[in-house]
């Protein structure tokens, strides 16, 4: 029973990162799903929010509306569309699951142990 988020890489200012949060061994459609971030020597970041059952969606201010998470339950997965990239959104991304987005939004360990992440490194 994990997450496992994927997609990461390195881009320049401007570029677009899709990333992926797959589970295995649990449906994720049941679950609410964020997304947060940490960068070296920060606090780890809340990012986005899709609950269970309504997909409703939420967002940190901070983004102004750069990053749009979706969730294709047939694939189990739930992304991360980030656009407009900048140097400043270079971190290690997280997913995390839950039974509501609250606690996610400010960037707590869900239901499962913090994976690995996925790095994102935006260069200038």
């Known amino acids: 029973v994990q997450l496992q988020a994927s997609g990461g890489g390195l881009v320049q200012t401007g570029e677009s990162l899709r990333l992926s949060c797959t589970a295995s061994g649990f449906d994720l459609a049941f679950y609410s799903v964020g997304w947060s971030r940490q960068a070296p020597g920060k606090e780890r970041e809340g990012l986005s929010c899709?609950?269970?059952?309504?997909?409703?969606?939420f967002y940190a201010e901070s983004l102004r509306g750069r990053f749009t998470i979706s969730r294709d339950s047939a694939a189990n997965t739930v992304y991360l569309q980030m656009n407009s990239l900048e140097p400043e959104d270079s971190a290690n991304y997280y997913c995390?699951?839950?039974?509501?987005?609250?606690?996610?939004?400010?960037?707590?360990?869900?239901?499962?142990?913090w994976g690995q992440g996925t790095q994102v490194t935006v260069s200038s």
């Open positions: 995390a699951s839950e039974s509501s987005c609250p606690s996610l939004l400010q960037g707590k360990r869900g239901l499962n142990p």
């Open positions: 899709i609950s269970s059952v309504t997909d409703k969606t």
